[in-house]
């Protein structure tokens, strides 16, 4: 996914806080009718994870908040053969991609049987009107993308409850 202003400006951080997220929604059978949303917001580094119909989300900061201006920022999702995943970040002005680390699926929930890759916009959040298009949409990431460790290395973080 790439995301950049509607108009030719630049992007900050508080432009878009987290009223931008990339994520899963995990769903369980259709009979059972469960879900959890595991949501990244790029710009400010945090990963939230809440139950479909719960009011309490989990919060972790598994990125720094990005600092400075960014013309086009991308992000992508990494669900991996065992039900794990990982996010992903980079400043289109650089070629550097900043990894999250691995949530293990031992943290999921284990009724999942389809995953859906999503973007999620809460308007009230958002300073600036965005653009965002789907660049890539595969099983796997990119397949020119450099050597990551994501998949690896778990993420090291302590995640809190929030009302």
């Not at 013309?71 to 650089?94: I, N």
């Not at 991609?97 to 699926?105: A, N, Q, R, V, Y």
Request: aromatic fraction near 10%.
């Amino acid at each position: 996914m790439e995301l950049k202003a509607d108009e030719n400006d630049d992007l900050r951080s508080e432009d878009v806080n987290s009223g931008f997220c990339i994520g899963v929604e995990m769903c369980s059978c259709q009979r059972d009718g469960r879900t959890v949303s595991v949501k990244f917001a790029p710009f400010e580094g945090l990963c939230y994870m809440q139950y479909g119909g719960e009011r309490c989300v989990m919060c972790a900061r598994v990125l720094p908040p990005l600092e400075g201006t960014v013309t086009k920022l991308r992000a992508w999702v990494q669900v991996m053969e065992d039900g794990g995943l990982f996010f992903l970040r980079q400043d289109t002005d650089s070629e550097r991609i900043e990894e999250s680390g691995l949530i293990p699926k031992e943290f999921l929930p284990a009724w999942t049987v389809e995953f859906f890759a999503c973007m999620y916009f809460l308007r009230g959040s958002l300073l600036k009107p965005l653009v965002s298009t789907v660049v890539h949409s595969e099983k796997m990431l990119p397949p020119d993308m450099p050597e990551l460790e994501g998949s690896r290395k778990e993420v090291e973080t302590t995640w809190h409850l929030q009302g």
